[in-house]
């Protein structure tokens, strides 16, 4: 029998880890060429980084007729308790609401809009479909914060997502500026895997959806981090789109400026990476959090420029 170990292990000692990433960030492939892939010059900066923010991409006009339609939709959600709607920790207010491309038809569009889906594919070096999609609600005064993690380690351990060939897009919806809680990356940090202490409890997803408290990475490896790569704030006018790589470090502080701030997030996920089981014999999340069954490539739609 070939033991083959975990490359990527993590909660599951009490030891932390700092581990060499053995992926590829972009990856060749067919879709080097797209009406909207980015230039060498910034596929160079992605490569470096870990994330590039491409202001404007989407009109601001544009930007608040999404945000109406999110809008909407977090106060269907909440007022029907759908599943997919995540609250804050108090419980009062919608923090998330996930598969938004498969409840909203406008949602639907805008993954397979071209200005994303380019990027996407070109990143990815292959087709892509959805593992999760989310508008992220951050209230004036009352949004949470969202603590230090890497996306990739929750998808890797939690979901079974074999390797880090993923990408975030998130569509700004709002202003996002230094009051309102902005997400916050650290450059570089998508070259090493943290791994994490603590055991990951049952259904751990019901709990850190609204406030993570396992899969985050310790002090002392987030001071490496920093000190290599520093701190960068995805600030941007709503319609910015920022897209970053699946294991960078990043983080949101809480929103207690009079701003709200709300962004929309979908990750793309390789037709080459599809989930297998989840690590440490842990249940598999429900569909609406990690896409399993809904996994067949994504076709593009010509953007309607606004
Ligand atoms: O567990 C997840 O999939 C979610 N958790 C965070 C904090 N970011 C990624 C994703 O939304
Ligand atoms: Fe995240």
Redesign the pocket.
């Known amino acids: 029998m070939v033991l083959v170990s975990d490359i990527y292990q993590s909660r599951t000692d009490n030891e932390a880890a700092i581990i060499l990433r053995q992926d590829p960030v972009v990856y060749p492939g067919p879709y080097a060429q797209g009406e909207f892939a980015l230039s060498e010059h910034q596929l160079r900066g992605y490569r470096k980084n870990g994330f590039i923010q491409l202001r404007g991409l989407l009109s601001e006009t544009e930007a608040s007729g999404l945000l109406h339609e999110a809008n909407k939709l977090v106060e269907a959600s909440g007022r029907e308790r759908r599943p997919e709607a995540v609250y804050e920790p108090d419980g009062r207010d919608v923090r998330s609401v996930f598969r938004v491309h498969r409840i909203n038809r406008v949602f639907d569009r805008l993954v397979r809009d071209g200005r994303l889906l380019d990027v996407a594919r070109q990143i990815l070096g292959s087709d892509v479909y959805v593992h999760?999609s989310?508008v992220n609600l951050k209230p004036g005064y009352a949004g949470k914060e969202?603590y230090w993690?890497s996306?990739f380690e929750?998808?890797h351990v939690e979901d079974g997502m074999p390797r880090m060939r993923a990408v975030s897009c998130v569509v700004l919806l709002t202003e996002n500026n230094e009051f309102n809680g902005p997400l916050m990356l650290v450059p570089g940090s998508h070259m090493h895997y943290i791994s994490c202490i603590g055991r990951t409890p049952v259904d751990h997803?019901k709990k850190?959806?609204r406030r993570?408290e396992y899969g985050v990475p310790d002090p002392t490896s987030l001071d490496f981090l920093v000190d290599r790569g520093g701190l960068q704030s995805a600030k941007g006018p709503a319609g910015s789109v920022l897209f970053f790589d699946c294991n960078a470090m990043h983080g949101s502080s809480s929103n207690i400026s009079p701003f709200p701030r709300a962004n929309l997030f979908c990750v793309y996920n390789s037709v080459e990476n599809h989930l297998r089981d989840p690590q440490a014999g842990l249940r598999p999340r429900p569909e609406f959090?990690a896409a399993r069954d809904d996994v067949a490539l994504l076709e593009r739609v010509e953007p309607r420029q606004s």
């Open positions: 999760q989310r969202f993690h996306d929750t998808w997803y850190s959806l993570q959090v």
